[in-house]
């Protein structure tokens, strides 16, 4: 649950999400659910040349499982936060 | 707020799914559920190749694709859609994916 909530802060960011097909989609975080699925408006493709398959897609949702990264914008994380947070977390 | 990620405002609406094993079907998404799985209608399939441009093959009828195939759903924009020249359009097929 906690990158979930981390996810949710984003909303509105710009990010990077590279899928384990080595496509990497930019656009604006529009949300995140549980599977941490998640949806991108007015998106773009990395390399559009060589990977022109979604040139007329805007909006668009990812597949949680098929996630390999998300690239966030510099300066959205607050490292020492998040750390605590994982270290709650799994002491439980 | 973010958590409307449900592909609910793409319902009736022509969608493209980038499935596991690098495929692009476009077609009308008609359902859903919370495993991804969907209900489309109209199908076919955009077949790219780096020798020739893409080939559209008809799938037709009414397909469920399972969710645990499926990557990406796309909200395809009709407008961009149609100024494609996808018969000019090279590109080699998506990978699979690699999990």
């Known amino acids: 649950?906690?990158?979930?909530?981390?996810?949710?802060?984003?909303?509105?960011?710009?990010?990077?999400?590279?899928?384990?097909?080595?496509?990497?989609?930019?656009?604006?975080?529009?949300?995140?659910?549980?599977?941490?699925?998640?949806?991108?408006?007015n998106v773009h493709v990395v390399n559009e040349q060589k990977y022109p398959h979604m040139m007329s897609v805007r909006n668009c949702f990812i597949r949680g499982s098929v996630v390999r990264y998300v690239q966030l914008p510099p300066g959205s994380v607050d490292v020492e936060l998040l750390h605590d947070a994982t270290r709650r977390e799994a002491r439980g | 707020m973010g958590t409307n990620v449900g592909l609910a405002p793409m319902v009736d609406s022509t969608i493209s799914v980038i499935t596991n094993d690098g495929r692009v079907i476009v077609g009308i998404l008609r359902g859903y559920d919370q495993a991804t799985n969907l209900i489309l209608d109209e199908c076919h399939e955009r077949v790219y190749s780096s020798k020739t441009g893409v080939e559209q093959v008809v799938l037709g009828g009414l397909h469920i694709v399972?969710?645990?195939n499926i990557a990406v759903v796309g909200e395809v924009d009709d407008e961009i859609d149609q100024g494609l020249n996808l018969s000019a359009t090279r590109a080699a097929p998506l990978s699979p994916v690699q999990h």
């Open chain 2, 66 to 68: 399972r969710g645990d």
């Open chain 1, 1 to 41: 649950m906690l990158f979930y909530s981390y996810f949710k802060t984003l909303v509105g960011k710009q990010v990077t999400v590279e899928l384990k097909n080595d496509l990497a989609i930019t656009g604006t975080l529009h949300s995140v659910d549980q599977y941490l699925n998640i949806k991108l408006n």
